[in-house]
């Protein structure tokens, strides 16, 4: 069983998976914009194309969070 939990830790996982967070998602979404506007694409293939760079943002954020708590002590 482990031990008590150390909220010291836990605030770091959740700081840190805002600011990755903020980060990931931000860039995806701006790359979107970016390469539809560079491309001259109309509107709605720009936003499809933000969105599904935003679900790539969004995967990369799990998977990189998913990580950070296998290697973070919450526990004693």
Known sequence: MPGPM????LIT?????ILVGTEL???????GWA???LLGLDQHIGWALM???GILGAYGLWK???RAVEM???HD
């Open 64 to 66: 990189f969070m998913v």
């Open 13 to 17: 996982l959740i700081s840190l998976g």
């Open 6 to 9: 150390k909220p010291r830790n």
């Open 35 to 37: 390469i539809a506007g």
């Open 51 to 53: 969105a599904l760079l």
């Open 25 to 31: 998602v931000g860039v995806a979404l701006a790359a």
């Open 72 to 74: 973070e002590a919450l």
